[in-house]
């Protein structure tokens, strides 16, 4: 066996790393400039908001599950580039439209429908990548280099975009992130490695291979409540970031600048709970990390509803619940996407991510969508704190579980009969789902 090479010294990774690293920047462009857009230049209402952030992550419920067994038949990479080149050549159809003056805001809508389609193959793509580009052992490090660096773009990203703000329009923003979007195509094209097409001989029909990849998510005794907590936390924190733009904008008053900087310190947080996982799942261990970072964000999703119930505190409340809120985050994300890589056959690692994408994603436009109905007639600052209690109740999943105790999350199958992945025929004698 060879010694693998370090990442420091892989260019195939360090390609990956910083094209990642320029598309996350010019993310965060379109990240404040499409709500500012929407509430500011088209004067959205709370539905239309909720519509908009349906219609981005639709993509999800719709195409999610068919998604991860069409990559398990492709090669990533090819995937990954053509998903850039989708998004880019779509977010430039908004600067180009708005300088024609028809700019409306179901083009947003659409927009937003198309850049997620792409989302959805290059995410489920890029999460199964890694263990292509490197050896199990090297994973833990990729994923905490690609986030911190990832964190260190959206610190910068969310206040230059609001100081650009102030001097030109939120269309040409996006038209930042479509050349971001292309010098990512370029850096993944630049990436080499060994992964070959899978024997057309071994698939199944895509019926079959989709239902195999939910039942190893949902027949594993972590992945299920991994799952579980993820999506429900999505679902009811989408009720409230939703709206998040018109509290801050419109009833808080403060300007696209002050957004910019809450998104900026939220993205400090992120780089903070980046590099210091590693060091805390050592101290407190892995399976506690989960349950921690769960239950604490869940109390932290309030600082949003009480900064609109207490102005006067407003601004240091939402500072220090970005910063919590995105640390806790990054530290239950990268410890658990890590335990799902190990742990996934190759053959099914696309699979496996759609099929979580589908759960955790796919119920993010259901949350817009009733985020928007629920503003519209509770009002915005009632909706999030029925979004807030959502979130803390979502913890439960994984902290009533034996994954609290657990200092090392496992890598690899155990021998336990929940956790075989049943040919496809034998499996529809049983479900393997477990109780609640």
């Known amino acids: 066996m060879t010694t693998p090479l370090p990442l420091l010294r892989n260019r195939s990774f360090l390609w990956l790393w910083t094209g990642q690293t320029i598309s996350q920047l010019g993310s965060q462009f379109t990240g404040l400039a499409l709500p500012v857009l929407a509430v500011s230049v088209l004067g959205a209402t709370e539905f239309q ?72 193959f290059f995410d489920v793509s890029y999460q199964s990548y890694i263990p292509v580009l490197l050896p199990g052992e090297q994973i833990t490090s990729a994923n905490s280099r690609l986030e911190t660096t990832s964190q260190v773009a959206r610190i910068g990203g969310p206040g230059l975009a609001g100081a650009l703000l102030g001097v030109v329009s939120a269309p040409l923003l996006l038209l930042a992130d479509g050349i971001s979007y292309l010098f990512s195509a370029f850096a993944i094209w630049r990436t080499r490695d060994s ?7 071994d698939r199944e029909s895509l019926p079959r291979e989709i239902a195999e990849g939910l039942r190893f998510v949902f ?20 009720i409230v970031f939703t709206l998040e733009a018109i509290l801050i904008l419109r009833i808080l008053g403060f300007s696209p600048v002050t957004l910019g900087i809450i998104f900026g310190i939220g993205s400090a947080g992120g780089l ?20 921690l970072s769960a239950v604490v964000l869940g109390i932290t999703g ?3 509803p009480l900064a609109g119930t207490i102005p006067a505190i407003a601004l240091p409340v939402l500072l220090i619940g970005a910063f919590l809120q995105s640390f806790l985050v990054l530290v239950y994300n990268i410890t658990q996407v890590t335990m799902r890589q190990r742990l996934t056959p190759p053959r099914l690692l696309g699979r496996m991510n759609a099929s979580i994408r589908f759960v955790v994603w796919g119920v993010m436009p259901i949350g817009s969508i009733l985020s928007g109905v629920l503003g519209t007639a509770l009002g915005v600052i ?9 979130v803390l109740l979502s913890a439960g999943f994984v902290l009533f579980s034996p994954i609290t105790a657990m200092r090392v999350l ?25 109780e609640l």
Request: no cysteine.
């Open 382 to 390: 009632q909706t999030m704190w029925i979004g807030a209690v959502g």
């Open 272 to 291: 903070v709970g980046a590099v210091s996982t590693p060091w805390l799942t050592k101290r407190i261990g892995e399976g506690t990390a989960v349950s």
């Open 219 to 238: 027949g594993h005794h972590i992945l299920w409540r991994i799952t579980a907590t993820t999506g429900t936390s999505n679902l009811f924190s989408t």
């Open 49 to 120: 908001v909720g519509v908009l952030g349906a219609a981005e992550t639709a993509a999800f419920l719709l195409v999610g599950l068919p998604a991860g067994a069409w990559i398990d038949r492709m090669l990533k990479r090819r995937v990954m580039i053509a998903a850039d080149l989708v998004r880019a050549l779509t977010l430039v159809a908004i600067p180009v439209l708005w300088f024609a003056g028809i700019l409306e805001i179901w083009q947003l809508f659409v927009v937003g429908a198309i850049v997620g389609v792409g989302t959805v």
């Open 410 to 434: 496992p890598s690899e199958q155990l021998a336990d009969p929940r956790n075989v992945v049943q040919p496809v025929d034998e499996a529809r004698a049983e479900d393997p789902r477990p």
């Open 195 to 201: 992964e070959s097409l899978p024997d057309p001989r």
């Open 302 to 304: 309030f600082s949003l």
